[in-house]
Structure formats: C-alpha cells, structure tokens
C-alpha cells in the first residue's frame, strides 16, 4: 500500500501540467501542421528536468486524447527519433574517439592514484588507532609510580636485544642457507631482514652500530646470492625449470636486465653446444643441413622466448632485448647457410637447391609467428642476395643457350619433340592430344619456353620474396635478347640493327625465305602473347590457391594480371614490334629500292606518260603489283602460322602495306618532281596515280588489313595530286572517270594477280572492255 500510494501520488502533481505543451505531442503536432510555430527545443526539454518526473504519468496524460492512427504516428515518429538519436551518437563517438580514449586513460590513472592514497589514509588511521589502542598514554593515572616506568624500560630494553640476538645471528643463518642452496628461504629471510632494518631505522630503538651491521650484512648475502645464481645459470646442466627459477630469484633480487641477459646467453650456449655436433661437408646435401640448423636456431628462439614470457612477462625492455637477440641468432643461421649450403648452389646456378634452403628456413621461421616473432622478413632480407645471384646466374644459361641454338635453327615451324612435355602435365596424357595443344615454334624457340618452363618452376617456392619484379625484369631481358637474335637473322638486319644489345659477336643462321622470316614473328608473338605470360599467372595462381594445373582462358586470365604483368606484357609487345617493324621495313625496301639503289616507285613513272588511251593497257604499277603478290604470299604463309591468332597476321600485313605508302608519303623528291618538276603530271599519268591508289585500298580492304591511318594517309596522297595537277590550269575531275571504273579495273586486276598466282602465267586481256570504257569517259568529259 505504502508503494503504490507513493506512485499515485506524482500522478496527481502531474495532472495540471496536461495542457502544457509536451515534447511528444508538440514533435507529433509539428509534424501535422507545417505552418504551427514550433516552441524552442530548451522550453521542451524543462519538463525532463524535474526531479518528480514520472514517465508513466506523462506518457499516460499525452495519449489519452489519441486515436490508434495517431498513436501509430507517434510511434513511428519514436522510433525514427531513436534511430537518429544511435546515429548521432555513433558518430559523435567516432569523431571524438581519440579524447575518450585519452580521458578513459587519465581516469584509469587516476584511479589508481585514488586507490593508492586510500591505501596510504587506511594505513596511517590504523597506525593511529594502534598506537592509541596500545600505548594510551593519556589514560595513565597522574599518579604512576617509577616501578612502572621502570617495567616499561626493561620492556623495550628486552625488545632491543631480541632485535640485536636476532641481527647477529642472521649472516650464519643466511651462509647456511646459500650453502645448502636454498634459495627461496634466503629471499624470505632477506625480505625480512629488509623490513626489520627499515621498522628499526624509523623507530630508531636499534643500536646504530648494530642497525648498520644487519645492513651491512644484508647487501653483503645479496650480493652473495645473485653469484650464486649467475654461476648456477652459466652452469651448461642448468636448463628448463631449474634455469627459470634461478633468473626469476636474480630478478626477485632486483637485477632484472641482468637476469635477462644470463637467461639469453644460457640458451644461446645451449644453441653452440648442439651445433657442435652439426658438422656440414662439401658432399652433404644443402636442403638436409639447413632443415637440422634452421631446427636448432628456431627452438633455441621459440625456448628463449618462452622462458623470457614466464619469467618476465611483456615488459617492453625485455621484449626489444628478446627481438634483437633473436635477430642476432636468425643473421648467424643465414651466414652458414649461405656459407655452407647456398653458396655451392648459387655458383653453380643451382635456382631449385638454393630455393629449396631458403624456403625450408622460412618454413620454420614462420612458426615463430604465434609467438609474436616475426623473423621472416629479416630472412628474406638476408637470403635475397643469394637468391638474385641464382636468378641472374639461370637468365644468363637462358640466354647463352638460346644464342647457341639460333645458330643452328633452321626456321621452320614445328610440334614440340615427342619426349618433352609440359611441366605439370600428367605423365599419362595421350601423345595425340599432347601435341594438339601445343603451339608449334622454330627449334630454338621450343628449347627457349621449355628453359623458361623449368625456370619458372625452379623460382616458384620463393617468389613471395618480394622477387617478382625481380623476375619479371630479369625474363624480359632474356627475351629481348632472343627477339634481338630474330632480328639479326632477317637478311641484310646487321646493317640497320648492329648495334643490337645482347648480339654482339654472335652467329646466327640467316632466315632466307618469307616463310622462315614469318616464323620468326610466328616465335616472339606466340611467346610474348601467350606462353610467358601465362606461365606467370599460373605461378602466381598455384602461390595464392594451392595451385592448379591450368589457368581457365578469357576473363580469368584478366583476373589474375596485375598491373605488375599487364605492363609486363605490354613491354614484351613492345619487343615484338620492334621485330615486326624491321621485318616490315626490310621488305618495304625491298620493293621500293632495285640492286642498284634506284627506286621502283618515282614520279617519272606517272610524269613520262602519253596521252593516247587506246594504246595504254589500264593495270596497276609493278610496284603495287609486286606489293599485292608479297602480301597474298604472307596472307597464306600467316593462315597457316598464326591459327588462332589472325589478329596477329592482320597487324602484320597492316603495318607492311602502311611502310610501302608512308614511304610514298614522305618522298620529297617524288613531291618535288610532281608539283614543281619541270615537267607536269599529264591526265594519263593521274589516272595511272589514281588507280594504283584505288587498288591498295581495295584489295588492302578486301583482305581486312585497311587501317584508318593507311586510308587516311592514301586519301592525302590523292588530294596532293589533285591539287597539284590543278596548278596546271586544268580541272583534274574532268579527266576523271567515275569512281566504279577504278574499282572495276581494280578488280579485274586483282581477279587476274590472283589466276596467275594460282594457275601459273597465262594470257590476259584487260584492254577490252576497260580501254573502250576509258576512252568513251574522257571523250564524254572532254565534250
């Protein structure tokens, strides 16, 4: 009764202020009526302020006049309130984190603080109350006769020569205590010694002589004991509990980094005493000793770190020292395996062994993880040198062998040899569909990506050491070089291209035929297309999951390059480019320039033509002709080389056509003879300069191989021989035929070229109907 009284009773002080304007129903009525003038949010939130405030009572008064509807309003309004009420306060949380763990941090410390001066104040009130308790001075009658004063001197006189027997006594019994090695009674006794000495300094009952002789002897005994245990802890039988508790009672003492100093060099003695019984030889195997040495150093580590843990804890100090010795022990282990294991390995370019040692140290270094140790890097660091030696010693094998074989390579596209086979395949794959998914390549070629296979698989177990890039620049050398060596074996390179890196003072056997020049592109672009770059995809995919044996094609190819490969690949493109253009080049020239080094294509070619139609046969330059002969060859040579990668073969025959006519483009005694030569371009030549364009630009667009640039550049050539046949004074359109007889005469003419490849030479007729459509045309345009 009495508690419910009490609650009904603030019901009944809160009634009146029911007309007053709440926070609720002034927020719900905001939300009602947009034009109300809300009250300040100060003047809403006086209500809460009051120390009677009943929350029941209020919620009660506010939804009496409610309907359900509204109620349902104002609950949805809550609850929006409330969601952005935790919103505010996680980000005024957020914002103002780092003073909250500042303030959090000056209030622990004061805390603890707090707590010591209340320990102290405890302490003080009960001496106090001791000393009143027990003395009570005030309490003695007046009348105290010298009998009990003179008990109270003989007291304290007593209490004084127990403390002095007790003082004198206690150096025999502390020798008998270090002697009979007991040490954990000597710490007691000398705690107590402290205390006693302490009390009687402060109540200054003791004899001074006799107080600075227990001082005396205590410093002499700890200094006594801390021998004992340092020799006990030097002592090679010390080890595991027994070690422990003699550092920790060195600690007890006082002699904390001392301790911790004997507790590391303890260890690292036990570490030489084992290792004495390791003797590596020139003949033992590298991966067998480091595997037993990375053993010893890693649980001398991993002990030390343990006993350094019980007996210390976390202390920072001790934790650095920990660290740096640590560090100190995992350089000793990288000198003698380099020295005793990788040296052999690296010298021989031995990249499996030296490998294999590094990754069996890093096997077990990094169990030393869970134990806050992170070692690895300092490893990594250490064997890195070794490791790029390796590297650089197999890339120069590569490439040494990969001169000596160019030099015998006959150019001619083949499977790989039966009794190679892919590395990672099964041995059980059938021959059939072995050679079905191999790409076929030049001698040379085969033996370059089958070193590359067994170097990429010989630099798997550490390319986590931050060697990839390493790797990748060190293979991108190695295949420039090679492609230097294609260029070199295209006829008449060595003039253009002898100051080619990487072959000098080499021979290489000459690529004669179109055929054998086309397989050296057939070899860079497959190798730099595809086999190297996903040689290293796959690497880096077994690295990350394990490892599969094949990579799936199209997207996830993309996926698994990296910007680090995808510029990579870009800069092997690069390599095959430059190949490409000399191939191009060379060929271009070739039909440009005769023996003697006069040129095929001149302006006296279009400039010493009559005017007399009827006598004139209507066909391309030779020039041109010679230019389609040479690009249906190498479109029929490349069907065959580039399966699957027609893009290739496109590009190639792109970039060729695109050196015939840039060349054309950029001939300025050709221009110089066309616009200001003293002799002009008469309308039988510009018909023959119009055709011969018409038919690049048809059979170079017939064959897919019509670039923008080489249309643009052509449709150039033909405005600048338009306006200059225009400076002499006549409309070159108007001896012009249409543009279809162009196209016509094209391609009868490629129809023709096309026959006379297939079928041999034979007679061919272009006279009729295409002299007799030229003639009427100009006679219609001249009327």
Known sequence: MASSTTKSKPKKQRNPSEGSSGVLSSDYETGQESGHQSPPLSDKLKIFKSSQFDPDAYLTSKCQTLSEKDIRRLCIHLHDLRKASAEEMRKSVYSNYAAFIRTSKGISDLEGELLSIRNLLSNQAALVHGLADGVNVDALPTDTNDSTL???????????????KWCSELPDA????????????ALDALDEAENVAKEESQKKTLNPAALLSLKTAISEHRQKLADQLVEAACQPSTRGAELRADILALKKLGDGPRAHTLLLNAHYRRFQYNMQSLRPSSTSYGGAFTAVLSQLVFSSIAQAADDSLAVFGEEPAYTSELVTWSIDLTETLALLVKRHALSASVAAGGLRAAAECVQIALGHCSLLESRGLALCPVLLRLFRPSVEQALDANLKRIEESSAALAAADDWVLTYPPVGTRPSGRSATTSIGSLIASQPKLSSSAHRFNSMVQEFFEDVGPIINMQLSGTTLEGLLRVFTSYVNL????LPGSMEDEGNLEGCEN?????????????????????????????AFMKLNSQNQVGGKDELPRGASDRQNRGPEQREWKKRLQRSVDRLRDTFCRQHALELIFTEDGFTHLNAETYLSMDGNVEEHEWFPSPIFQELFAKVSRMATIAADMF????????ILLMRLTETVIMWLSNDQTFWEEVESGPRPMRPLGLQQFYLDMEFVTLFTSQGRYLSRSLHQVIKDIIARVLEAYATTGEDPYSVLPEDEWFAEVAQISIKIMTDKAKYGNGDRDVESPTAQSISSVVSHGSS
Not at 506 to 528: C, D, G, P, Y
Not at 643 to 650: D, I, P, Q, S, W
């Open 506 to 534: 080499k021979i290489v056997r000459m690529a004669e035929t179109e055929s054998q020049q086309m397989a050296l592109l057939a070899n860079a672009s497959l190798l730099a297309d595809e086999l190297l770059p996903r």
């Open 486 to 489: 294609l260029i070199t074996a």
């Open 174 to 185: 502390l020798e008998v205590l270090l002697a009979e090695r007991r040490v954990d009674e």
């Open 150 to 164: 003179d008990d109270i001197a003989n007291f304290e006189q007593s209490q004084s020569s127990k403390v002095e």
């Open 643 to 650: 399966v699957g990668r027609e893009r290739f073969a496109t």
